[in-house]
Each structure stands twice: as structure tokens, then as C-alpha cells.
């Protein structure tokens, strides 16, 4: 346990003797001893002793002290008004947060003022907007072992369940396969994690919290039924022990976190809490075994999918193609694709094309079915941009409706519900002359609630304050007994009201005034010099400087009746709006299909908007192979892109070269040469792109575009090394590569990039070459193999599947043009001096590296070379001759070659010259 969480030693050796709201802090902590607990005092969120000591170093906030009779404590605080951001920071670094709040009025009960954990927070768990990324979902995942469908061994099956406590989005599935389970770990990116007793953390992320959690929880029984509390038979949304055990651990988790809560509103009943322990085992601290779990009420499906129902993208893929994230340092934070292709107006739809996009479509039927509707939506300008102005007026329901079903939902909430649902029948509207099956259903699914929207109407005003406790929200008309008391208060206040009038005419006294404050109630207040016309029946309340202030008999008597009828009035008004809530969440699981509905309808437009704006075009969509055919060939796998384009390149950029892509049965692995800045690499991840995109459902950048659906994308397309991890450039390389070469099928669309430069140029070239035939006699993947390998280009004519494709490369008085564009056969070499002049390496190191280019003139592979195991032989020759008739070493010259000067500093490149030139002497 972090020494900074639990009950402060110096606090429990003296637990007795501390004041009572010490004791409370004590108790809170022992209660919640895996959490941090910020602890509310008055304005702030306070820590004490070695809690307080990390959250000041942390948050870069004050340590100040608090003395009291037992002794001198740190303590920091942090303002409530700002607690979100610094309760972000503290997620970020690692910790559960627990904040206790004050859940009653100072003075209300005689004593300390009570203070109960109102929100446990997580960083899996996240409810709070302010906490959440409206765009993406925030899954808690579990990870655990157990039988599978046709009876596994525990050992065999891996399981993997994701939850988003915030929307209600419940996931499962499995696979024998622990680097398959990774990839969906990576696809999915969790922010927390339990792992079930025999499973291992070694698929997740470095940056996903593993919070340590109850093993009972992940008990086959316990879990299966927990999960038909819920969902029915678990055993017929599942497939085998593993993937229950996952679900009921994380949902036993979920419930758990929520279980800690205290409602917070006036201390009411919690009555949906289940009193049941999460499990028997050691659990996580002493909070496991102590507190009870409470219900999700809004989490009404679990999807089990299988993974090889979509497009596989792994934690490589996803990265070097910058789906999400860009890769470069300094770029910029749309450069990716989904920042390219989301133009969506809600939060819902935003998700929604973030889901689609990390998980692309396999079957042909599916992806034309969105195809349709973004092609009808194209074309349909007025009708696409009412659509898009309306669905901005549309609120997150998902997270919403899961507000409303955990009684956490204010006013405004039920009023922004009522709001979005206002906005359904106009989309409905919209859609009525529709064509495509798709937008048809569409139209059918948004149910307008009615019902519901109208319940909100009539019982909540338009404009509520944000506290629900306070009365003011519920509006007129809508009960009767509330109306009554809302009259009876209103009726003494304007006889307060006129009370001064006719005092003044009765005293005498003009300056007679009638005041109100929350410590002495309704008063009379008259001046010192009017005092002597004071009447008898004044009793004096209280004394000022200058006046005097008085009640009367009568006074009191009204003030009481308005003061118990607005408190009559403000707790009917909170169980009337308690009573609306809990009517709205039990529509809960319409209140999801719309939000479904309106998720996909933006995600669709998003898309369409797209399209047109950046002239995509429409792909083909080819029926996927069944298999590889009797010769060996893919079986029918094609990819033709006519005026290709990067979508992301081509909107970051001033401008941008299409090219075309062919890739056949016969034509399937591309060598790609061309010097360094030319645009290989841009080139291969538009091509994968391109087919992503298309897979999702999307219109792609292209004139022209037929697609046969892949199965898996790999990518070997750069590489960082792994100091920590013991791990060179170069082994993360062929770790890459060897996942390809296990995993790539003749499904697969492969990326290879400059493989084998992290080695001697012999044993790199010959690596290269035998991944190649590889990829093309064995696996049979369609594959982009860019390099600067020259002698890898007669592969096109060694291999029946294998063409080569450059750059083109103009010189303009002596400088390098790089055109960007692709044509058929090999680059005639690799300008990298040239490539360095325009990067800015110095003078003398450029003229010396041409110095020493033109002394070894020629391919990696002189003449009468050939690959023979893992590196180069010749026919006897080990050197090549200089300019000044002297001999170099062959190894020499071909590491000189291999320089990538683009990508060094000049003090980089001047080492390199000096060890050169040092080997050469020796």
C-alpha cells in the first residue's frame, strides 16, 4: 500500500484522543484505504500528514499545518471549485481518489458536521464530464482464465471484458491467443484494469492502471451469477468460463466502486445498494470486504464479438498509421485520421466514429449498407446539412441516461434529455424521403419519447438551478400540494411585504424598515433616535450599533408558517424530482437505442460531410477470397486505387500528388525505391488508409477505388529502441518482423519499411531479401516493401508475384526536385548527399561525402555478388577500387552507402566519417 493512503500512523496510534473531525478523517481513510480521500473542510478539499505531504509535492500546491490537542499535523488543501482539474493530475500520477464531502448544514445537528465519501473515482470509472473525453469511450477492463466454449483448459483461453461505467458500453471476448488478446487491449486502450487470479497483466499497456481487486470476484459461479442478475443466462451471451469470469469480475468491480458512494443529497436512503461483499477472498484492502455493492441499473446489453469479425489492427498498426494519435513530437493533434475524417456534431456520434474506425468491417454486405447511406447523404446537400445543424443540438443521452439511472442527474440534466428529444422528430423528418435500406431503419429507430419528453415539460421549469435540493424546480401546476404550499409561503411573504407600510403609518417612524437574515429570521428595525416611538407589543431581537431590531407575536407567527411551508415546499419538490427520475431511468433502454441511433445518424453524416467537401469517391467493394487458390495465389485479393491520396497529408500540407495503387493476385508484393523525403513512406500508409477507410464504410480520397476487404494490417514502419527494456532499435525491428511473419496471411495487407538498416549493410541487405521471399513464397500477403536496398529490385524478377515501383527524381541545376510521384521499375539511386544538402548539413561534410561516394560508385552488391545464407559473397573479390587506384574494403564501402544521411545531425555525420575513415586506415 502507497504509505500516503490509509489511516496516517501518527492519527492511529492516538485514534481516541483525536477531535472528532480528525476521527472522521482517520475513519475514512482506514474505510477507504486503497483511495486517496480528500477531505471536505469549508471551501476546501483538505489531506493530512503523508497524504497531505504527496498531494502538495504532486499538485505543486502550499503544505501548511493544523494543530490541535493531540498534536501538530501537514496538511494541503485544494479549492472545491477547481477540485476537478487537480483531482485529473492526480488519476494521471496513479491514484484513486475518495472524496468525502459535507453532507449536511453546519448546525443542522448538534456536533461535528457529518461527512460521508460521495464519489469514489477511478480512472476506469470515470462519471464526471469534466473528467471524461466527450469523444471516446472510457473502458475498466478485466482480464481472466477459464475454460473455453468447447472446453479448454484454463490454460488456453484468455479472456478480455470491457466496461465504460459513463455510457453503459459492455464488451467481452476471448482467444486462445495471449498476443490476440493484446491487440484488442490495444485497440480498445483501457484506463484501468482488474485481472482475475490466473491471469496475467503482461497484455496490457505500461499505462493502464492494475488495481488490485477481490480474486472471489472472479469465481465461475459467483461471477455467472451475478451477470443473470442483469442479462439472463450468461452462457447464451458468452462463449466458455473465461470471458463470464471477465465480465462478472469487472462488473463486480464497477459495483464495487459505486457501492463506496454516499448519495450525498440530504444523506437519503440508498436503497438500491445490495448488501452482498464483493467475495470472500483477500479483496483490495480492508475496502473489499467492507463495502456493499450497488447496482448498475442502466447496463442492459453485453456484446460478445469476435475479434476476427473485423479488421485487426494491432498496437504497431495502430500507431505508425496515426489512427488516433500522430506520431511526430511536435505535430499537430489532428493530424491523424480520425481528426481528418470527424466532422460529427455530438459527442454520441463522435464515439461512434471512433468505434467504427477501430474496428473496420469484413463482411461486403455490411460495408455497403453504410456505403449507401453516405452516398445518398452526399448527394442530399440541404438535407445532409439540416441534419448535421440539428444533431448539434444534440446532448450525450448515453451519458445522460446513465446520470439518471445512478440518481446523479440535476435538473439541467432532465432538462437537456428533454432537449435532445425535441430535436428527434425533426431528424425524423429529415429522413422521410430516404431511399437506402439503411437511413430507412435509421429513421425507424429514433423514437421521439414522447412520453418522456413530455413528463419533463410539464414537471421541471425551463431554466432550473443546477442544485436540486433547494426547491425552485419543479414547475407550476404540475402538484397540487406543492402548488398549495408554494401559496401559502407566497402569501406570507407579500403580508411581509406589506408589513413595513402599515408599521411606518402605525409608529410614526418613516425610516422603519422590515429585513430578513438567515440567523434571526424576519425583523423590525428602527433607528435609535425612533426608538421611543416603538410600540408595546415590539420584542427586541437583536441589538446594533445605531438600531434596534424587533419582532412581533404576529410576525413570528407568519414567519414560522412561511418557513415551514417552504421547507415542506423544497422536500416535496425534491421527491417529486426524485419520483421524475427514477420514471425517466426506468425508460432507460429506449433512451439508449435512440442514442444509438443518433450516434450512428452523425457518424454517417460525419462522413458523408467528408466526402463531398474533399472530393472522396465511392470504392468498389470486392467479395473477400474464401482462400488461396490450387497455384498458391491470395485467391482474388485486389487492391486498385486510381489518384490515391493521403487524407491526412493532403489536408496538412499546401499541396499533394496522388498516386495510383495496383496490387493482384499477380501483383502483390511491391519493392518501392526512391530516395529519402520522396514519399515512400507517405505512399504505403495512404494505401492502407485508403482500405481502412473503405472497410469502415467510408468514401476514400481517390478518383477511383476497388477494394478487396483485408483481414489484418501489419505495419513495419519505423522504430524507437527499448533502453529500459533492454531492447535495441533493431530488435524491436525484427520482433515486428516476426510478428508479421507468424501472424500475415494471404489476407493481410503488409507494410515493410527500410528492413534490416539497424545492421551491417550485408546482414541487413540479406535480411531483407530473405523476409521478402518470405512474405511472397510462404505467406502470400499483399505487401508495399519500401527500401533502399538497389539490389532487392531484381526481386521482381526472381519472384512471380513481385513488381517494383520509384519515385521520381529530377535534377535542377544540380539540386534534387522530388516529383511524389510513383511509375513502374527502380529508382536509379538514392540522392541521400543530395537529401542532406537539403536538410542543411554543412558544407565540408557534403563535398567529403561526395568525395567518398564517387570512390565507391555503385550498387550495395558489386558486380558477381550474390546472397548466400545471411550475408554477401562474391566471386573472390573482398575490395573495391578507389578513384586513387587504392583498395576499400568492400564491408567498408557498403556501410558508407548505407549512411541515411536525411536523418542525421552533422555531428552525427561527421562520427560517421571520422570511424569510416579510421577503418579504413586500419
Known sequence: ??????????????????????RQYHDLCARYDDALVLFQVGDFYETFCGAAERTARLLEIALTSREDSTGEYPMSGIPIDNAESYIEELLEAGYRVAVADQVEEPGESPGVVERAVTRVITPGTLTEDELLASDDNNFVAAVARGDGIDGRSSEDELALALLDVSTGDFLATSSRSTAAIADEVSRFDPAEAVVGPDASGDVLPDDCMVTPFDPGAFDRDGAGELLSSYFGDPDALLAGDAEVRACGGVLAYAEYVRGGEHEGERGREREDVDEHEPGDGDGSGSTAGETPRRRLEYLTHLTRYDPREYLLLDAVALRSLELFEPRAVRGREDATLVGIVDETASALGGRKLRDWIRRPLLESDRIESRLDAVEELTGAVQTREALHENLRDVYDLERLIGRISRERANARDLRSLRDTLAVVPELRALLDDCDCDRLERLRADLDPLSDVRTLVDDAVVEDPPIEITEGGIVAEGYDETLDELRSTARDGKQWIDDLEERERER???????????????????????????????????????????????ELKEREDR??????????????????????????????????????????????????????????????RPDGRTDDGTAGGLEIDVEGGRHPV???????????????????????????????????????????????VGSFVPAKSARITPVERIFTRVGASDDIAGGRSTFMIEMDELATILHEADERSLVLLDEVGRGTSTADGLAIARAITEHVHDEVGATTLFATHHHALTDLADDLEGAFTLHFEVDRDDGEVVFRHEIAPGAATGSYGVEVATAAGVPGPVVERARELAAETDGDELEAGETVEGDRPVTDGSTTTATADGG?????????LRALDLAHLTPVEALTELDRLKRLLEE
Open 1 to 22: 500500500m502507497d504509505p500516503a493512503l490509509g489511516p496516517p500512523e501518527e492519527m492511529a496510534e492516538k485514534r481516541d484522543e483525536l477531535t472528532p473531525m480528525m
Open 507 to 553: 409608529t410614526g417612524v418613516d425610516s422603519l424598515k422590515v429585513g430578513y437574515n438567515s440567523v434571526h429570521g424576519y425583523y423590525i428595525e428602527v433607528t435609535n433616535p425612533n426608538l421611543e416611538a416603538v410600540p408595546d407589543d415590539y420584542e427586541r431581537r437583536q441589538t446594533l450599533k445605531n438600531a434596534e431590531r424587533f419582532v412581533t407575536p
Open 562 to 623: 412561511i418557513v415551514s411551508a417552504e421547507e415542506r415546499a423544497d422536500e416535496r419538490e425534491y421527491e417529486l424530482f426524485r419520483s421524475v427520475r427514477r420514471e425517466i431511468a426506468d425508460e432507460v433502454e429506449r433512451v439508449q437505442r435512440l442514442a444509438d441511433a443518433v450516434a450512428t445518424l452523425d457518424a454517417l453524416v460525419s462522413l458523408a460531410t467528408v466526402a463531398a467537401q474533399y472530393d472522396y469517391c465511392r470504392p468498389d467493394i470486392l467479395e
Open 649 to 695: 497529408v493532403e489536408r496538412t500540407q499546401e499541396s499533394f500528388v496522388p498516386n495510383d495503387a495496383r496490387l493482384t493476385d499477380d501483383r502483390r508484393l511491391a519493392v518501392i525505391t526512391g530516395p529519402n523525403m520522396s514519399g515512400k513512406s507517405t505512399y504505403m500508409r495512404q494505401v492502407a488508409q485508403i482500405v481502412l477507410l473503405a472497410q
Open 887 to 895: 583498395d576499400v574494403p568492400a564491408d567498408v564501402a557498403a556501410e
